[in-house]
Nanobody, 131 residues
Framework: QVQVAESGGGLVQAGGSLRLSCQFSGLAFSDYGLGWYRQAPGKKREAVTC?????????YYVESVKGRFTISKDNGENTVYLQMNSLRPEDTAMYYC???????????????????????WGQGTQVTVSS
């Protein structure tokens, strides 16, 4: 049984930093493309950043976070991270980690992965950036 544990959200002032973590258990972590999505109230769910399964190539980042956010993974810890620097009020959202079997990051971010079968989602962690 796959379990996903997200952590690291919170309230931060504009310009501050947060690091989100998402640990997966019960799956062959290195075989999964990984990513982070977010959804703000009244807005569509948005892919933030994704990374390939295996040995990753350059991650995908949505334009609005390039140069500020960094995705990384630790195969030994079965954990994917999202380092968020220079946070802005418009980054306020619920953030979800995702994993999809055998997918490159570009595919994981191209459309929301399935919620079962080959895909898994975290429970979400709230990030709030005050101005």
């Amino acid at each position: 049984q796959v379990q996903v544990a997200e952590s690291g959200g919170g309230l931060v002032q504009a310009g501050g930093s947060l690091r989100l973590s998402c640990q997966f258990s019960g799956l062959a972590f290195s075989d999964y493309g990984l990513g982070w999505y977010r959804q703000a109230p009244g807005k569509k769910r948005e892919a933030v950043t994704c990374i390939d399964w295996g040995v990753p190539d350059e991650p995908y980042y949505v334009e609005s976070v390039k140069g500020r956010f960094t995705i990384s993974k630790d195969n030994g810890e079965n954990t994917v991270y999202l380092q968020m620097n220079s946070l802005r009020p418009e980054d306020t959202a619920m953030y979800y980690c995702v994993a999809e079997y055998g997918r490159f990051g570009s595919t994981v971010c191209a459309r929301p992965p399935p919620v079962s079968g080959t895909g898994y989602w975290g429970q979400g962690t709230q990030v709030t950036v005050s101005s």
